[in-house]
Every structure is written in structure tokens, then in C-alpha cells.
């Protein structure tokens, strides 16, 4: 018997994805019970464990408020993208499967790069991606240390080994030399501006992600770069990446 589609029971709550064993429902405006659409995601799924609310996107670490509402009270999990396990925790990281298209696609971006800094590199996501795919060396860093001790479990859970160093720091003074890596990757996109400076002093090239309405506004903040749209954030607002040359 073919399964009912999901949006067809409860109308404007068809928006979730799956992590690991976990599923996370983004809200809409139409008011639901979500907590019943919560149990039939996991009469559906039968090998989902839990089921969270994501509310918003909060602080410095960029972490989803997220609330309960079925199954099991877990908040760890392994997933799999584009080939790779990643071990995460939910309530501590930020993660958002539907980019793995676009962090595969930054393995085209390497070229010549060498020495690779993954800049704000939470549980690790861009930098597993480019030393699995690309077998380059990359410095992956953050302030989150809980992202770094998962991404030190996803290196293991991978057998990646000298391929990836893992640097606990504040990106406001970043402990690396002038033009220490040819290439960076600064995915920070509601804060981004705040860092160039200090990003482009320890880079030669930056991949900047930024949270802004156009173009142009990305030009104007962080300069010249073909910009590409990777995600639609809200009607307004939209993550752009470009490859700006640091001066």
C-alpha cells in the first residue's frame, strides 16, 4: 500500500530533513500540531529515533534552538554525505544537509591549492569533504570545541589521517602567519563581514558565504567575486558564495 504523501495530512508542514536518525521540522506559518506530524514522520520513517523543532539559528556558534517532539531525547547521531560519516550533536552544532551538493562542488574549487584553512569548520563538514575528495591538507578551525571534538570522532569514523589539523581559536585573531593558505573557506554567512579583515590577512583567497539580499551588497562588503546563490534563506535573503582575491 502506497504511504499518503505527509504534506497532504498536514498542509504547509512538509518541510523537514533527516539527520542520521534524527528529523528536524522547520516551522511554516500555518499553525499545526506538531507533535502529531512529529509521530506520523516516524510511522513513515520507521528508522527515525527522534524528532526536533528547529525555532532559529542563535549566537555566536550558530546553534539551532531546537525542541522536542517524539521518540527517544537523542541529540547525537552518524550520517552520511557524499560518501562520508559525520558524528554530530544537534544541540551543539549547526547542521544543515541540504549544502552537501554545494560542499562537494568546492572540491572544484582547489586547483593548485595546497594549504587549505576550513575557517569556521564546526563539526567539519568542508573540510572532511575536501581532504576525502581531494586528499589535500586542510586547518580546520573554530571556537565551538565541541565541533572540534566531533569532526576528531568523524576523522576516525573515515581513517583520514594527516590529512586534517584541528585548531581550536577565535577567527577575531587568527593564530597563523600573512598569507599562510592559498585558499580559506569562511562560512559564517550572518557575521562574515566582521572577519574579512583578519580572514584576508591569512589567506591569499577567500570563499566567503554571506547572508544578504544581492550581488551587489556582496560585492560592496566583501568584494569583486562571480558570485553564485546557494541557498534561499527567507523571500529576501539569500546565502551567496564567491572567491575573492585577497589584496
Known amino acids: 500500500m502506497k504511504t499518503e504523501r505527509l504534506n497532504k495530512i498536514f498542509r504547509g508542514a512538509r518541510s523537514f530533513y533527516i539527520i542520521g536518525d534524527i528529523a528536524i521540522v522547520t516551522p511554516k506559518k500555518v499553525e499545526i ?3 502529531s506530524f512529529a509521530r506520523k ?7 527515525i529515533k527522534a524528532v526536533y523543532l528547529k525555532r532559529k539559528v542563535s549566537g555566536g556558534f550558530r546553534i539551532n534552538d531546537l525542541e522536542f517532539l517524539a521518540g527517544e531525547k537523542i541529540t547525537t547521531t552518524v550520517f552520511k554525505e557524499n560518501g562520508i560519516r559525520f558524528y554530530v550533536d544537534i544541540s551543539k552544532v549547526y547542521v544543515n544537509p541540504s549544502l552537501g ?18 575557517a569556521f569548520t564546526g563539526y567539519g563538514a568542508i573540510a572532511l569533504n575536501l581532504a576525502h575528495k581531494k586528499r589535500v591538507y ?57 572577519f574579512k579583515e583578519e580572514l584576508c590577512r591569512v589567506s591569499k583567497n577567500v570563499v566567503f558565504y554571506f547572508l544578504t539580499n544581492s ?6 562588503k566583501l568584494g569583486k567575486a562571480n558570485w553564485t546563490r546557494v541557498k534561499d534563506y527567507s523571500k529576501d535573503l539569500f546565502i551567496f558564495k564567491g572567491n575573492v582575491r585577497c589584496q
Request: aromatic fraction near 8%; hydrophobic fraction near 40%; proline fraction near 3%.
Open 33 to 35: 500540531d506538531y507533535k
Open 41 to 47: 514522520i516516524m510511522e513513515t520513517h520507521p528508522k
Open 101 to 118: 551538493g554545494d560542499r562537494l562542488r568546492n572540491v572544484e574549487l582547489l586547483d593548485d591549492n595546497r594549504i587549505i584553512l576550513d
Open 215 to 220: 550581488e551587489e551588497d556582496a560585492t560592496q
Open 138 to 194: 586542510v586547518v580546520a578551525g573554530d571556537i565551538n570545541i565541541d565541533g572540534l571534538y566531533m569532526l576528531k570522532k568523524s576523522l576516525s569514523l573515515n581513517k583520514i589521517k594527516g590529512l586534517i589539523d584541528i585548531v581550536n581559536y577565535d577567527a577575531y585573531n587568527l593564530p597563523f602567519r600573512e598569507k599562510s593558505f592559498d585558499l580559506t573557506f569562511a562560512d559564517n554567512p550572518t557575521m562574515i563581514v566582521e
